[in-house]
């Protein structure tokens, strides 16, 4: 079967460094996208990666390893605002999207 | 720019009772979806459409059906509410199977 894992949960210190990785196991890989949802919103497209390597946007890295079947999303100068979870996702080789169950992070002053 | 637009946004439905979860985006995206998502899961894929005209079940259908008579709208009727279908339900509309997804603001339904 297809599987993606996430931590369920992480906290972190307000202005510090947080690595969110997801691991997936799927039939074929046509990309991974990582999504941020605040608490009764909806989801909002945050980096998409298909080939090997680090993508940076601002604040926001996202790195991926097909080999490994690994991504990670890297949030810098956390600030409060960034509390929500993050949804990471798969393209599989029918173009499906296999959604891994989101980890939810929670920033400390 | 609207984007997608869902509505209603609450709903209450007592068991065995129908009703319909609007959907429409104006970007004229070919590709529109519903997901529903249980708390502490993955969001899960009820329905999607390529294009007007054309409708395909997605992980979990039963219970659901949709129509695409065009680009703009995705109705999701749910027929015989049952409680198992509480849950929060996302419209969702792309450019192309592999872009990213525009969400909708998305419904709560409570089924009691």
């Known amino acids: 079967g297809q599987n993606i894992d996430q931590p369920t949960e992480m906290t972190a210190t307000e202005g510090a460094i947080v690595q969110i990785n997801c691991t997936y196991q799927?039939?074929?890989?046509?990309?991974l996208f990582w999504y941020q949802q605040h608490a009764g919103e909806a989801p909002t497209f945050l980096s998409y990666?298909?080939l090997d390597g680090l993508e940076e946007k601002g604040r926001f890295s996202s790195f991926l390893s097909r080999s490994k079947g690994y991504s990670y999303l890297l949030l810098k100068e956390l600030q409060m605002k960034d509390s929500a979870s993050y949804l990471c996702a798969v393209v599989d080789s029918n173009y499906q999207l296999i959604w891994g169950a989101g980890t939810k992070l929670i920033i400390k002053p | 720019n609207a984007g997608v637009t869902q509505t209603p946004k609450f709903r209450i439905l007592k068991i065995g009772q129908s009703m319909t979860l609007q959907c429409t985006q104006d970007?004229?995206?070919?590709?529109m979806y519903w997901y529903r998502q249980d708390p502490g899961m993955g969001l899960k894929l009820i329905y999607y459409s390529v294009g007007a005209g054309i409708t395909d079940k997605g992980e979990v259908p039963n219970g659901y059906n949709v129509s695409r008579s065009t680009t703009e709208d995705f109705p999701l009727r749910l027929e015989l509410a049952a409680p198992s279908q509480t849950s929060v339900y996302f419209c969702?509309?792309?450019?192309?199977?592999?872009?990213?997804?525009?969400f909708g603001s998305g419904t709560q339904l409570s089924v009691l």
């Open positions: 969702a509309s792309s450019e192309t199977e592999s872009e990213k997804l525009f």
């Open positions: 799927t039939s074929g890989f046509n990309g």
């Open positions: 990666n298909v």
């Open positions: 970007m004229n995206h070919n590709y």
